[in-house]
């Protein structure tokens, strides 16, 4: 059965280094989505991603922030420089197209910033 | 604005049932459930659709009630392996729409 994977399973990094996160989601899926999960907090949406740009963002995802899709199946989030709140578990996710459907999420990145 | 989910948390017996429901104060056009164990992927249980649609593949049922915009997931006869957090999400249907998650239930399943 096709998933979503993300890599490293897990990124300790110092505040004030660039960490890029990587997924790579089900391959016919059009729709692409990073969250966020602070610990024992719940699951926030940071950004959506659809043909190679944008469509959404929310408050958390600022100009230290920014994704990519630099080929036809990586997906990747950068955070320029990271602070020590951005310690969390960071999720891929990626849904198959228009309309409402499920969201196969990745198995996580945990993002330790020191 | 995030839906709210109710009981914060829920401690069972095996074998014995549960009801966790979700409002939203938005009209929604679908509700996502979700079940996360402890270090993991939150694991989709179901979707439900406006208009009656529904979409699962685990024997877990849920209601929803796109008047009150509440969903209500039903756990019947639980197992150890249910243990975990659940997490209702919500859309409200744009094409590419993001999901908004609750603060979760934690039910613990005793022996």
């Known amino acids: 059965e096709p998933e979503v994977t993300q890599t490293p399973s897990h990124q300790v990094t110092q505040m004030g280094q660039e960490v890029i996160l990587r997924c790579v989601p089900i391959?016919?899926?059009?729709?692409f989505y990073w969250y966020r999960q602070i610990l024992g907090q719940k699951v926030e949406f940071l950004v959506s991603?659809?043909?190679?740009?944008?469509?959404?963002k929310s408050e958390i995802f600022d100009d230290q922030f920014s994704v990519e899709r630099p080929d036809g199946s990586n997906f990747t989030l950068k955070i320029r420089s990271t602070k020590l709140e951005d310690s969390a578990m960071y999720f891929c996710?990626?849904?198959?197209?228009?309309?409402?459907?499920?969201?196969?999420f990745g198995p996580g990145t945990r993002l330790t910033v020191l | 604005q995030q839906p709210v989910q109710s009981p914060q948390a829920v401690i069972l017996r095996e074998g014995e049932d549960a009801v966790i429901n979700c409002s939203s104060s938005?009209?929604?056009?679908?509700v996502h459930w979700y079940r996360q164990k402890h270090g993991e992927a939150p694991v989709f249980l179901m979707i439900?659709?406006?208009?009656?649609e529904q979409k699962g593949h685990e024997k877990i049922s849920a209601s929803f009630n796109e008047k009150k915009q509440q969903s209500s997931l039903y756990l019947t006869a639980s197992q150890l392996s249910y243990s975990g957090t659940y997490f209702c999400?919500?859309?409200?249907?744009?094409?590419?729409?993001?999901?908004?998650f609750g603060k979760g239930t934690r039910l613990h399943i005793l022996p």
């Open positions: 996710a990626s849904r198959r197209g228009t309309g409402v459907g499920e969201q196969f």
């Open positions: 391959s016919n899926h059009l729709y």
């Open positions: 991603f659809y043909n190679n740009e944008i469509s959404e």
């Open positions: 938005k009209a929604l056009y679908s």
């Open positions: 439900l659709l406006k208009g009656g």
């Open positions: 999400g919500t859309e409200s249907g744009n094409r590419d729409d993001k999901i908004i």
